[in-house]
């Protein structure tokens, strides 16, 4: 007798996911409420894999379900949307700007030549500007590699796909320690 309950309560386990609106090529198709670089601009309908879609997309909030009745609602308000788009951009066309402005001096322990103990990275500008009160993120800190001498480097901060500003960084040595130059 009980394992006839167990048969009939097995049956009646619900999925763990529901089900999303698949595409033609048999991918899930979201609607993307942001812009997701690499991907598509916000109000887009894109076609994504299913693991991509549960784990990223729908729990960041970056997407919904493309729905026709998410559809309909995107395609009444996109004129209110390319609107806060364009103004979205235009704010961080003008921290860009600022940003452009700004030369920040990261402090660093260094041997006689001049090269650093350590080295300079994304999160340590990202923390130097937000001494002057500019927030962005150490991922929209782009470097080529970890500054590890002394000196002036110029650092690309990607605020957005389309804008990127110039930051001037200075590494110098830590305070208290001296530099012997040759004379």
């Known amino acids: ?12 386990i619900k999925p763990r996911f529901t089900p999303l609106p698949t595409g033609p090529n048999g991918h899930v198709e979201l609607l993307l409420i942001h812009s997701v670089e690499n991907l598509g601009s916000q109000g887009e309908v894109v076609e994504v894999r299913r693991g991509y879609a549960y784990n990223y997309l729908l729990p960041q ?5 493309a729905t026709d009745h998410h559809k309909r609602m995107v395609d009444k308000h996109k004129a209110k949307l390319q609107s806060m788009e364009r103004a979205r951009l235009a704010g961080l066309r003008e921290l860009g700007a ?8 990261i402090e660093a322990r260094a041997t006689n030549e001049g090269h650093l103990y350590g080295s300079v990275g ?5 923390g130097a500007l937000k001494n002057v009160e500019i927030t962005v993120a150490p991922e929209q800190v782009k470097l080529e590699g970890p500054l590890k001498e002394l000196g ?3 650092v690309k901060i990607r605020l957005a796909s389309e804008v990127e500003a110039d930051l001037k960084v200075w590494v110098v040595p830590a305070a208290g320690q001296e530099i012997e130059t040759a004379s």
């Open 1 to 12: 007798m009980s394992t006839r309950i167990k048969k009939s309560n097995r049956n009646k």
């Open 61 to 65: 909030g970056l997407a919904t379900f």
């Open 98 to 105: 600022e940003i452009g402005k700004q030369s920040i001096t």
């Open 122 to 126: 994304a999160p340590e500008i990202a």
């Open 152 to 154: 002036l480097y110029t």
